[in-house]
């Protein structure tokens, strides 16, 4: 992975958040605070204006530079958690040369025992973690057996919209939602879509070739 792919992630993602603000912006006046959609928006916006400046940076550099931008660009609890997840990323790449698809796949776990850290959260709390937990489980499981990446990367967003689903039925213990109770069962969590969507723009591009 170098920073043209970085980019051009960013860029798929940009306008998958994009194409589903009204999905994203459904769930979360039902059970959210309102406002995850245009912190989801303003984030991908900040990436996609580091183009330029994360271009000759290496992996590792070029995602510590998205954390930090992301740090100070999204409000509320999305941004400590998203910057956390790109910084550990980052972080678990320093060391390697030449990225494999298994450490892209540790990199990625890294990355999500991040926000399990900084936002003091598990699965199983109708978060965005019950997307990204599985996801990197069936990541690390499927490249550590060799898989083809478009083989992985169709599992990936198998994983990913099971994950989603999963939320519907739970009670959430994080956030407005938690203040809801059994109100809130039902509901799909609009952090666990946002995941869905971004995973499954990536994983696209990957099938795509």
Do not use: W
């Amino acid at each position: 992975m170098d920073t043209n792919s970085i980019n051009r992630y960013a860029s798929a993602i940009r306008e998958a958040i994009v194409a589903h603000e009204a999905d994203i912006e459904c769930l979360d006046r039902e059970i959210g605070d309102g406002d995850h959609y245009i912190n989801m928006k303003r984030g991908c916006e900040a990436i996609a204006g580091l183009a330029n400046e994360l271009n000759g940076l290496d992996a590792s550099d070029a995602l510590n530079k998205i954390g930090m931008k992301l740090l100070s660009t999204i409000g509320g609890a999305s941004g400590p958690l998203f910057a956390s997840f790109f910084m550990a990323m980052g972080k678990s790449l320093k060391t390697s040369e030449a990225i494999s698809i298994n450490h892209l796949a540790a990199a990625f776990d890294a990355g999500v025992q991040a926000i399990m850290q900084r936002g003091k959260a598990q699965t199983g709390e109708k978060t965005m973690l019950d997307v990204l937990v599985p996801v990197a489980q069936t990541f690390k499981h499927m490249a550590e057996q060799g898989h083809t990446r478009p083989e992985i990367a169709a599992a990936l967003k198998k994983t990913a919209s099971e994950g989603l689903e999963s939320t519907r039925n739970m009670l959430a213990t994080k956030g407005r939602a938690a203040g809801l109770g059994e109100r809130a069962i039902g509901h799909l969590d609009a952090g666990a879509k946002s995941c869905q969507v971004m995973i499954h723009a990536v994983c696209d591009l990957v099938l795509a070739g």
